[in-house]
């Protein structure tokens, strides 16, 4: 039986399914993954992305936030595998998408449960006074500046080195220690703490299936049912058998 045929045997049978995604299921809308061809860190340092970098060298992190990810972010639209997972929470299949992702495409898809362990850039935040901002209330050509206290605001996603959202984390925590099946699509398993939960969904019985045109450390490691292809096209698949089933 094809893999999908066996994800969806999986799926029909399952009680609690917890998405699990990276930058890999935003691909197909136009936003770069870190890793692999065309990835970030092949164009940018990983230091650009570091706290301490950013506090000290703002305009030069400012600029190439902007041309490394905003721009790609500003255009981007929720693509097949998004707005699936959205139906399957919907249909009541996806307990919880918990997402490594900042581009807040799955709630722009129709999710409503979806955990963000690396933050989001649509808000900017004044680290001085504490005021946030939504990203589209300025025009990033410069550094955007707090509206009370002039300072230099920073994305609202978590640059490495800082801790990850408490609530985000816990629930994640929580969702895969009842969840029976983890659908882990787009990560190549190598950031923690963010790629420990799909191991404790592993130690906790859950199937793990796994989408993503290459394989990941997951895939050796904990995937249960290996699906080679892109998101979009996995997920729509995944779901047209779903329904004929
Ligand atoms: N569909 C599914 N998977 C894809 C697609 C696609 N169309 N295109 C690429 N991929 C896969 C790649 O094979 C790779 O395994 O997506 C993955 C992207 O890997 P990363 O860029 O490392 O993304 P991710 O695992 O989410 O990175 C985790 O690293 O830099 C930090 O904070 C950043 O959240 C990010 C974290």
Redesign the pocket.
Known sequence: MKSIEKAVEALKQSKYIVAFT????S??SGIA????EN?IWNKYEEKL?EINYFTQHTKEAWSMLCDGFYEAMFKAKPNAAHIVLAKLEKEGYIKAIIT??IDDLHEKAGSKIVYKL?GNASQLHCNNDGNNYPVADFDLTTAPRCKVCNAVLKPDFVFFGEMLPEYDMNMSIKAVSKCDIVII???????YP?ASLPYYAKRNNAVIIE????P?AFTNEIADIFIPM??GEAMQKLIDILYIL
């Open positions: 990276g930058a890999g299921i691909a197909e993954p870190f890793r692999g990835g992305f490594q992702n690396h699509i787009g990560s190549t398993g190598v950031v963010a989408i993503n045109p290459k990941s892109k998101a």
